[in-house]
């Protein structure tokens, strides 16, 4: 980029522009966020039409809206036209509602409609990440007519790898690839070629079905039908990657205890972070209080053997550890469809035969230790027993409250490791007090 502001400075503008056209859309991108106001604007106008569109939809928002200020309407409308109408919904989705106002002023009619259309689609549903530019075909059409049709209308097309082929009423019949097509003989009829076995959504289906199939069936496109199998878009591989990210780093949020953001890190203020923070930690510290009660309950059990209070940040900890660790693998197999609610009692099953390992080794390891610190074999069984107790139930905790969230039809990584643990806490506490009171009668 340095090379090109030289050319620039030296008003080589010919040399420049043939340079800029070399480089990847995602790497300009990424290079403009290096530069002041005035070599931005400078730089994108001397962009081809294409390019600059391409190049604007992998800006930020805030760069977005900062080259919307310094351009012109007319070349605002270039930029919309040239937009693949799944970008440009994106784009209309994020902006400010004055923003948006001079956005629509520069759409044609025909998009202005689709756009308005799409924006109706349910939030993180199918339809609003699809695109309507796609390749469909007849399935009377023939190999020769069908690479002739899309050579006509396949420029302007997200994808033209993967084609579909419907009915006079649009229904979604099945698929035919670009490869088939080169290969098949032209008098071919698609009837003949086409794979009925189509993999699709429809346009109120959640956004995660649709990464889910992408992921299970290796897809490059996935057909979206509405509720009477008519097709009315595709989406595409590249606009399923974001949908993933996006979702993957929410459910890391409601892991951390976050409430979900869609700002970069860096980019958001220390008051907004704060401000997202704060509920779920007074939630958390609330909730505390149960295992203070606890605590107070058994306060004359401590007051007879204090030596019991070291062993309970120890007991705390490791079921926190527990539960977080089955309750990381239960979400991720509901994220990845590898689990289901119905499968609860497997799922229970499976992390009690591992809490029972687990717990064992754990206990025998915790037996020895205290015994040889403390030379009191009750208390080392004491301790055994209540660790023991307590990986065997924070394993089934951890296991079963993302199930029951999914069940209740909330988002399972709210039961991650915060919940997990102040939920495990209690109940920690609850068997350590209530071994020892039966063992060392206290």
Known sequence: MQKILELIHDKKYQAARRDLIQYNPVDLAEAFEQLNHYEQIKIFRMLPKNLAADVFSYFSRDMQMQIIAMITDRELGDILDELFLDDAVDLFEEMPANVVKRLLKNTDDQ??????????????????????????????????????????????????????????????????????????????????????????????????????????????????????????????????????????????????????????????????????????????????????????????????????????PMLMGTGGNCGSQAATLVIRGLALGQVKTGDALKVMFKELQISLTVGAVLSLINIVRVYLMNDSLLLAVTVGISMFMTVVIAKLIGSLLPLLAEKLRLDPAIMASPVITTVVDASALLAFFSVARLILHI
């Open 111 to 312: 998009t202005r409609s689709l756009i308005n259309q799409f924006l109706k689609y349910p939030e993180d549903s199918a339809g609003s990440i699809m695109t309507i530019e796609y390749v469909d075909l007849r399935k009377s059409m023939t190999v020769a007519e069908a690479l002739e049709h899309i050579r006509m209308t396949g420029v302007d097309k997200a994808t033209v790898y993967t084609c579909y082929v419907i009915d006079e009423a649009r229904k979604l019949l099945g698929t035919v690839s670009a490869h088939t097509l080169l290969v098949a003989p032209p008098l071919q009829k698609l009837s003949g070629l086409m794979e009925t076995k189509v993999q699709y959504v429809t346009t109120t289906s959640d956004q995660e079905e649709a990464a889910r199939l992408f992921d299970t069936y290796d897809l490059v496109a996935l057909p979206v039908t509405d509720h009477e199998d008519r097709l009315v878009g595709i989406i595409t591989v590249d606009d399923i990657v974001d949908v993933i990210q996006e979702e993957n780093t929410e459910d890391f949020e409601k892991m951390a205890a976050l409430l979900p953001s869609d700002e970069p890190y860096l980019e958001t203020g220390a008051l907004l972070l704060a401000r997202r923070r704060i509920p779920w930690l007074l939630f958390l510290m609330f909730s505390a209080i149960f295992t203070g009660a606890i605590i107070t309950f058994f306060e004359d059990s401590l007051a007879v053997m204090p030596a019991l209070v070291a062993f309970i």
